[in-house]
């Protein structure tokens, strides 16, 4: 989904292109206090923006993210 949307720059990062409403199909929304309701993003998309973009933080934390999506998947 996401790689025809990739720009990569001389500086070898990645900007996703991807705007609220593209991403928006991708999440749902999460009672975070009683008084506060916040959208995050699903597993499998947050995993595969994290993979885009490469960098030293995004890559540690891929093997939690896909860890939590197999358990969750269970």
Request: aromatic share 8%.
């Amino acid at each position: 989904i996401l790689s025809s949307r990739v720009t990569r720059y001389p500086s070898f990062f990645f900007i996703i292109l991807l705007g609220y409403e593209e991403l928006l199909p991708h999440s749902s929304e999460m009672l975070i206090r009683s008084d506060f309701r916040a959208r995050v993003l699903n597993l499998e998309t947050l995993i595969e923006i994290k993979e885009q973009l490469g960098g030293e933080k995004d890559r540690a934390m891929l093997p939690v993210l896909r860890r939590t999506l197999e358990e969750k998947s269970r």
